[in-house]
């Protein structure tokens, strides 16, 4: 594969004199299989150079997909101006995940609205077409593209890209889970190993590297990573180059020009054969895998937690937390990811729950000495709570020091206070984990005297009406993530269907709200009914 720097600047442009050789760019990386597939990683604003180089080589027209990591503005910027999206006959596909407000497109669109921008989206003259990602595999052209939720106050995914024998991963933005990473020493642990699974033996990994480790613990919480923790993670993982991007907005050539003196010299005292680069502007690297077989293989990814199945009637979260404050806030955001929970009035409610229904998601606090979480997660695997293999455990606490980042139990620390977003990111990023599995409605028992008086009643093999298991709905665009379903019972008790309302949106129905529901629900039986009711056509 052919990887070209386009943009190499984290946060906001900076060009200037003092950024003239590593780039004043926001982030966008060019890669080319040998067979010619065409990839841009993320569309900042080195996306206009991009496009601007493209349309002199294929004016006429070309086949493209864009990977965007997440929709921060140093990601997107370039995104209006890339010029082949005007160009007639060019055909693109974006593909990038979707944020708390909404799809891929929405998002995207949003910044082209009339305030910002005077090009609509719907202006492109290029055919474009949208691709929401979670975690998994996709295959554009020759290359193998798995994708890995990072940790950032976005939902935010890493690009393994497979092709040619050989393998190239981009991770931007992402924070370490444990700061004290951030230094490049210590042991890597929880999801640190998930992470480091995911960049194992590739030949080129492009890195988040803002901050040094002196300056991190002033940005806790920004998203981002140290040289020192993506130089340390790389190792750890034997890649074999490492290029280290997404430069700090302050940060100026020669600054850049000392950093990396001083890793590649420590890296030379450790005798590893590691190869650290800075991302600049125009830099082109050419892979070639030094190992062909092990790079053939998809990642090693380890299982941190499971999935969160999120299917309709499944298990819900479980909350169990001593500060009120806390536990609205965690009842708020899952409520607005539309996960169903139970807030847990003691360990042995806790308990029965979890064996009685099982969870999509433990959300637990330590807060010593008046709660242990881990020590209850421990005392629950020791009573034979097998099930806890497969479930995410999140355990909240005020208090840093008291972060265990290595329990092997638990699988992932957050540390408070975090915004409402934040917590509604990483909730987002574990039920996303998997995609949710939908289950068909079993048919009901009286399934024939249905059938019959739907015959009767003339409705049978009218427009087809879909439930939505699996539906393209749900599963694609628009992304149905709102049910609301009202039965029709005739009066001898036979359920004829649903009235149904759907929203891209997560929702909670007030009690007014649901009543409505079953009012129109009413109305529409009156309105199945043989003999119509004259009060029928009489109600407002
Ligand atoms: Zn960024
Ligand atoms: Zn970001």
Redesign the pocket.
């Known amino acids: 594969m052919l990887v070209r720097f386009w943009g190499t600047r984290?946060?906001i442009a900076k060009p200037g004199p003092d950024t003239f050789r590593f780039g004043g760019n926001?982030?966008c990386v060019e890669v080319r299989s040998d067979a010619g597939t065409l990839l841009v990683i993320d569309c900042g604003t080195g996306a206009h150079g991009l496009g601007q180089a493209l349309m002199r080589e294929r004016p006429d027209g070309m086949e493209g997909s864009l990977l965007i990591?997440?929709t921060?503005w140093?990601?997107i910027q370039g995104f209006p101006f890339f010029a082949p999206f005007f160009a007639p006959g060019h055909t693109w596909d974006v593909y990038g995940p979707s944020g708390l407000s909404g799809s891929l497109r929405s998002v995207l669109s949003g910044q082209m609205q009339h305030a910002y921008f005077p090009v609509t989206l719907e202006q492109f003259a290029a055919t474009i077409r949208y691709h929401d990602l979670h975690e998994g595999t996709v295959r554009i052209g020759d290359v193998t593209i798995t994708t890995h939720l990072l940790n950032h106050p976005a939902l935010t995914l890493a690009y393994r890209l497979q092709a040619d024998g050989a393998t190239v991963v981009y991770c931007?933005?992402h924070e370490p889970h444990d700061p004290a990473l951030a230094s490049g020493l210590g042991p890597l642990s929880g999801q640190e190993l998930h992470h480091a699974a995911f960049i194992e033996g590739a030949d080129l990994v492009i890195h988040?590297a803002q901050y040094t480790a002196l300056e991190f613990p002033a940005k806790l919480g920004w998203g981002?990573s140290s040289v020192e923790y993506a130089v340390r993670l790389c190792e750890e993982a034997g890649v074999g180059r490492l290029v280290l991007t997404?430069h700090d907005p302050l940060r100026n050539d020669a600054t850049i020009d000392l950093i990396l003196a001083g890793v590649r010299a420590d890296l030379a005292e450790r005798g590893t054969p590691l190869e650290v680069l800075a991302a600049s502007e125009g830099l082109v690297l050419r892979t070639s895998p030094r190992d062909p077989e092990a790079a053939a293989d998809t990642p090693r990814v380890e299982a941190g937690a499971g999935a969160l199945r999120s299917e309709p009637g499944g298990p819900p979260a479980l909350v169990w937390v001593t500060d009120g404050d806390l536990e609205a806030a965690l009842g708020t955001a899952l409520r607005l990811e539309g996960l169903p929970f139970h807030v847990a009035g003691s360990e042995a409610d806790l308990t029965e729950r979890l064996e009685r229904d099982g969870a999509s998601l433990l959300l637990l606090e330590q807060a010593r000495p008046v709660r242990d979480g881990p020590g209850l997660v421990r005392r629950l695997r020791e009573g034979g709570a097998t099930a806890l293999d497969d479930i995410p455990v999140v355990m909240l606490t005020a208090v840093e020091e008291q972060a265990h980042r290595d329990d092997p139990l638990v699988s992932e620390w957050l540390v408070l206070p975090v915004s409402e977003s934040f917590l509604r990111a990483r909730i987002q990023a574990w039920s996303l984990r998997t995609p949710c599995r939908w289950e068909r409605a079993r048919p009901p028992r009286d399934e024939d005297q249905r059938l019959r008086r739907l015959a009767e009643l003339g409705l049978l093999d009218t427009e087809r009406e879909e439930r939505f298991a699996d539906h393209p709905l749900v599963l694609g665009e628009p992304r149905i993530r709102f049910y609301a379903g009202a039965p029709l019972i005739l009066e001898d008790g036979t359920c004829l269907g649903t009235l149904c309302l759907i929203d891209t949106r997560p929702r909670q129905l007030s009690g007014a709200e649901l009543s409505l529901l079953h009012d129109l629900r009413d109305l529409i039986l009156l309105e199945l009914s043989p003999q119509p009711c004259p009060v029928a056509l009489h109600h407002p």
């Open positions: 984290g946060s926001t982030s990591s997440h921060h140093d990601h931007c933005d988040d981002h997404h």
